[in-house]
């Protein structure tokens, strides 16, 4: 990837807190024609997604904004934008946005607030963060974060809070880290072939994963190598999904069963031949005990695991093993699982097996995580990490605010928070007992936000959160290896602040110092990028974004893999990654520990995301709402003539943390006995309930932690409710 220039350049003369040029255009008001100009500014996407997007804005005025483009100027982004985003000005001007402070006079939960100054909401926050340091100790005071916006500046600048005052820190595990963990245990980095290089595969395979929803811009570099190279496509999941649709071929297998299908395609590829020894000798631990121990995982193993025929796999096997540029994509969907991380380091061995790496247009590749060689010092005060005594573990804040011992790790009570970029009444895991921890009358809660989301009504103090469009950041791109520049857009909404803002004006109360306290977003953005890269945002924003992404042979460890021996791990020292790597496998394999079926829970449940729904971002806006329509089970006819269920009938889902009341649709989208529900939609969408996290378990996936989403035995029933 390399710098484009503009495609157009700025317009003198035009005062813009961001990149701009000028289009002529005709609007239709009422009965009359009239032309008119549109300010196109540039930015980039923040939100949790692989892609994050260099973005072309119409901006009506300096309030205003009209439809949301992809920018061609980044090779990933490729003129290319999900919808949501490209009808983003639903959300940002959305009547039902948070508008000014509040302080809550109803009961927790109950979402009754009354409008107060920003000096009042700062000064009640800061007197509550004092008073809980005074009597149980800064630990109690836990800062918390999530994806709402992956921006350098706007999300992690909270953790500044943290490290200026003693409080606790917070691992972020609520996402990729069981995914992160196993491919740790192989390649040794979260790096890998560039994503753009699909473009020259013959092959490529998508696992676990479901780009036409969540990485929508993958699908264009697919489509072109399918075009200009013939290319196949193969998808494997646990449900057919649009993606597989749309693919040459497609694998629907078990939940939990990637491991031994990778196994299986090892076994086929060594017996028949054609792995690339030179590869394994040189570059891996691959050794004679790993052959043996692949030598047993043969396809008839791995069909009665997987529910895939034999004869399916060994002849994916040899399609994959047989083709020289094979680019594996690797999704977050199959790690979500008990077993997830062994999963993905199972599947993480299939380009060592092949040599696949050697060529552009092969290999594999997850996330992006290590490449971006940023400076935070200033952006997150990391020159102060030393002072956060405790970290706890973000997918756990049910039992920590329930006042769980292991998960409070040993240390006092959280009885104050601050909460941004995070819907955690109905994104986390064990969302009951979320809950339960959100309504202690002895906890302390200020959350920022946008809308009044189910966590927001349990705030005593809501703050009025600024969207992407009214702030300057950068943010990674983990789907591919450019750092997008996000210039601000708009000028601020109602009273609304930005994340930095609020957490700059709260740690001065506080009596932090910190040079980053007294400097604005954009100028953070600045520091940052010329501690980092040598440029100034102005410089960086003409660009739009920064290629971070290491040449060829480092990208695909032809000089070595990222461990102390240069070697690729068969062998996975799953100790050094996590404190929960007892019983893992020693070698790449099936780990049965997904969650049990049994007479009371006989089917399994995934929810895996919605095509309009970003976790429970635009599950406000109206063109979202009507394209997903309600929230649904899919069921296969064979469990519905069973158990007596109807198309667009009223089922009751369960298991032992609750149930929940949502609508069936008849489908074989998955194997009998798999249960699909996709989207985390809003409380008012389920009769008499809460949403679906309801019934997700919360003990973290080894090695590292994470949640289980898609790996959850149910009951499920008819109702006549």
């Given at each position: 990837?390399?710098?484009?220039?503009?495609?157009?350049?700025?317009?003198?003369?035009?005062?813009?807190?961001?990149?701009?040029?000028?289009?002529?255009?005709?609007?239709?008001?009422?009965?009359?024609?009239?032309?008119?100009?549109?300010?196109?500014?540039?930015?980039?996407?923040?939100?949790?997604?692989?892609?994050?997007?260099?973005?072309?804005?119409?901006?009506?005025?300096?309030?205003?904004?009209?439809?949301?483009?992809?920018?061609?100027?980044?090779?990933?982004?490729?003129?290319?934008?999900?919808?949501?985003?490209?009808?983003?000005?639903?959300?940002?001007?959305?009547?039902?946005?948070?508008?000014?402070?509040?302080?809550?006079?109803?009961?927790?939960?109950?979402?009754?607030?009354?409008?107060?100054?920003?000096?009042?909401?700062?000064?009640?926050?800061?007197?509550?963060?004092?008073?809980?340091?005074?009597?149980?100790?800064?630990?109690?005071?836990?800062?918390?974060?999530?994806?709402?916006?992956?921006?350098?500046?706007?999300?992690?600048?909270?953790?500044?809070?943290?490290?200026?005052?003693?409080?606790?820190?917070?691992?972020?595990?609520?996402?990729?880290?069981?995914?992160?963990?196993?491919?740790?245990?192989?390649?040794?980095?979260?790096?890998?072939?560039?994503?753009?290089?699909?473009?020259?595969?013959?092959?490529?395979?998508?696992?676990?994963?479901?780009?036409?929803?969540?990485?929508?811009?993958?699908?264009?570099?697919?489509?072109?190598?399918?075009?200009?190279?013939?290319?196949?496509?193969?998808?494997?999941?646990?449900?057919?999904?649009?993606?597989?649709?749309?693919?040459?071929?497609?694998?629907?297998?078990?939940?939990?069963?990637?491991?031994?299908?990778?196994?299986?395609?090892?076994?086929?590829?060594?017996?028949?031949?054609?792995?690339?020894?030179?590869?394994?000798?040189?570059?891996?631990?691959?050794?004679?005990?790993?052959?043996?121990?692949?030598?047993?995982?043969?396809?008839?193993?791995?069909?009665?695991?997987?529910?895939?025929?034999?004869?399916?796999?060994?002849?994916?096997?040899?399609?994959?093993?047989?083709?020289?540029?094979?680019?594996?994509?690797?999704?977050?969907?199959?790690?979500?699982?008990?077993?997830?991380?062994?999963?993905?380091?199972?599947?993480?061995?299939?380009?060592?097996?092949?040599?696949?790496?050697?060529?552009?247009?092969?290999?594999?590749?997850?996330?992006?995580?290590?490449?971006?060689?940023?400076?935070?010092?200033?952006?997150?005060?990391?020159?102060?990490?030393?002072?956060?005594?405790?970290?706890?573990?973000?997918?756990?804040?049910?039992?920590?605010?329930?006042?769980?011992?292991?998960?409070?790790?040993?240390?006092?009570?959280?009885?104050?928070?601050?909460?941004?970029?995070?819907?955690?009444?109905?994104?986390?895991?064990?969302?009951?007992?979320?809950?339960?921890?959100?309504?202690?009358?002895?906890?302390?809660?200020?959350?920022?936000?946008?809308?009044?989301?189910?966590?927001?009504?349990?705030?005593?103090?809501?703050?009025?959160?600024?969207?992407?469009?009214?702030?300057?950041?950068?943010?990674?791109?983990?789907?591919?290896?450019?750092?997008?520049?996000?210039?601000?857009?708009?000028?601020?909404?109602?009273?609304?602040?930005?994340n930095l803002e609020v957490v700059n004006a709260l740690a001065?109360?506080?009596?932090?110092?910190?040079?980053?306290?007294?400097?604005?977003?954009?100028?953070?953005?600045?520091?940052?990028?010329?501690?980092?890269?040598?440029?100034?945002?102005?410089?960086?924003?003409?660009?739009?974004?920064?290629?971070c992404g290491p040449k060829f042979e480092e990208a695909h460890?032809?000089?070595?893999?990222?461990?102390?021996?240069?070697?690729?791990?068969?062998?996975?020292?799953?100790?050094?990654?996590?404190?929960?790597?007892?019983?893992?496998?020693?070698?790449?394999?099936?780990?049965?520990?997904?969650?049990?079926?049994?007479?009371?829970?006989?089917?399994?449940?995934?929810?895996?995301?919605?095509?309009?729904?970003?976790?429970?971002?635009?599950?406000?806006?109206?063109?979202?709402?009507?394209?997903?329509?309600?929230?649904?089970?899919?069921?296969?006819?064979?469990?519905?003539?069973?158990?007596?269920?109807?198309?667009?009938?009223?089922?009751?889902?369960?298991?032992?943390?609750?149930?929940?009341?949502?609508?069936?649709?008849?489908?074989?989208?998955?194997?009998?006995?798999?249960?699909?529900?996709?989207?985390?939609?809003?409380?008012?969408?389920?009769?008499?309930?809460?949403?679906?996290?309801?019934?997700?378990?919360?003990?973290?996936?080894?090695?590292?932690?994470?949640?289980?989403?898609?790996?959850?035995?149910?009951?499920?029933?008819?109702?006549?409710?």
């Amino acid at each position: 990837m390399k710098h484009l220039p503009l495609l157009n350049p700025p317009s003198s003369g035009v005062k813009s807190p961001a990149i701009s040029h000028i289009v002529g255009i005709r609007i239709q008001l009422g009965a009359c024609l009239m032309s008119a100009e549109i300010e196109i500014v540039r930015t980039a996407c923040p939100h949790d997604c692989p892609s994050a997007c260099a973005l072309e804005v119409e901006r009506l005025s300096p309030t205003r904004i009209g439809r949301i483009r992809g920018s061609a100027s980044l090779p990933f982004t490729a003129g290319v934008v999900c919808e949501k985003v490209g009808r983003y000005a639903e959300r940002v001007h959305h009547p039902e946005r948070l508008k000014h402070p509040m302080r809550r006079i109803g009961a927790k939960g109950e979402g009754k607030f009354k409008r107060i100054s920003w000096d009042e909401a700062l000064d009640a926050i800061a007197s509550a963060f004092e008073f809980a340091s005074k009597t149980h100790g800064p630990e109690s005071v836990w800062p918390y974060h999530s994806g709402g916006t992956l921006g350098i500046i706007q999300r992690y600048g909270i953790e500044r809070l943290s490290r200026l005052l003693g409080y606790s820190g917070m691992k972020g595990t609520i996402c990729v880290t069981p995914g992160v963990s196993g491919w740790q245990a192989g390649v040794g980095e979260q790096r890998g072939a560039d994503p753009v290089e699909i473009e020259n595969a013959d092959l490529i395979i998508v696992w676990g994963g479901n780009p036409v929803h969540t990485n929508v811009n993958l699908m264009k570099h697919i489509q072109k190598a399918r075009k200009s190279n013939g290319a196949k496509l193969v998808v494997v999941d646990v449900y057919r999904t649009s993606t597989m649709a749309a693919a040459d071929f497609g694998f629907v297998l078990n939940p939990g069963t990637d491991g031994a299908l990778a196994c299986a395609m090892m076994q086929v590829i060594l017996a028949e031949g054609i792995a690339d020894e030179a590869f394994l000798a040189e570059l891996t631990d691959f050794d004679e005990d790993v052959r043996a121990h692949l030598a047993e995982k043969t396809p008839e193993w791995a069909a009665k695991i997987t529910g895939i025929g034999a004869a399916d796999i060994r002849d994916f096997a040899r399609l994959y093993g047989r083709t020289a540029k094979s680019f594996l994509r690797l999704g977050v969907g199959f790690t979500r699982s008990r077993n997830g991380a062994s999963n993905m380091h199972a599947v993480s061995c299939l380009p060592a097996i092949t040599g696949a790496w050697r060529h552009k247009g092969g290999g594999a590749f997850f996330a992006s995580f290590d490449i971006w060689g940023l400076d935070t010092t200033l952006a997150h005060a990391s020159d102060s990490a030393e002072n956060v005594t405790r970290v706890l573990d973000q997918s756990r804040i049910g039992a920590i605010l329930c006042g769980d011992k292991d998960a409070l790790a040993g240390g006092p009570p959280v009885t104050a928070m601050l909460i941004q970029n995070s819907n955690t009444a109905l994104v986390a895991p064990d969302s009951a007992t979320v809950r339960r921890g959100l309504a202690r009358e002895d906890l302390f809660i200020s959350v920022h936000e946008h809308f009044m989301t189910p966590t927001a009504r349990y705030a005593d103090i809501l703050l009025p959160a600024a969207t992407f469009l009214e702030l300057d950041d950068l943010y990674m791109g983990w789907g591919h290896t450019a750092l997008t520049i996000g210039p601000r857009v708009l000028d601020h909404y109602a009273e609304c602040r930005s994340n930095l803002e609020v957490v700059n004006a709260l740690a001065k109360r506080l009596g932090a110092e910190h040079p980053s306290l007294s400097m604005s977003s954009k100028s953070l953005v600045d520091a940052t990028l010329q501690a980092s890269k040598g440029v100034s945002l102005a410089d960086a924003a003409l660009h739009g974004w920064i290629d971070c992404g290491p040449k060829f042979e480092e990208a695909h460890f032809l000089a070595g893999f990222p461990h102390p021996d240069g070697r690729f791990r068969f062998k996975p020292d799953w100790a050094a990654i996590g404190p929960y790597h007892n019983g893992m496998p020693t070698m790449p394999d099936h780990w049965a520990t997904t969650d049990t079926t049994n007479t009371h829970r006989p089917l399994r449940l995934v929810t895996p995301p919605s095509r309009t729904y970003l976790n429970t971002s635009f599950t406000e806006t109206p063109s979202s709402r009507k394209r997903e329509g309600r929230p649904t089970a899919q069921v296969h006819p064979q469990d519905a003539e069973k158990l007596g269920i109807v198309d667009g009938g009223k089922v009751r889902m369960g298991n032992q943390k609750g149930e929940v009341m949502l609508h069936a649709e008849i489908s074989d989208v998955a194997k009998p006995g798999v249960v699909i529900s996709e989207g985390v939609w809003p409380d008012e969408a389920f009769q008499g309930g809460i949403g679906i996290n309801l019934l997700i378990d919360a003990t973290p996936i080894p090695p590292a932690g994470g949640a289980a989403f898609h790996d959850t035995a149910i009951w499920l029933k008819a109702s006549a409710d």
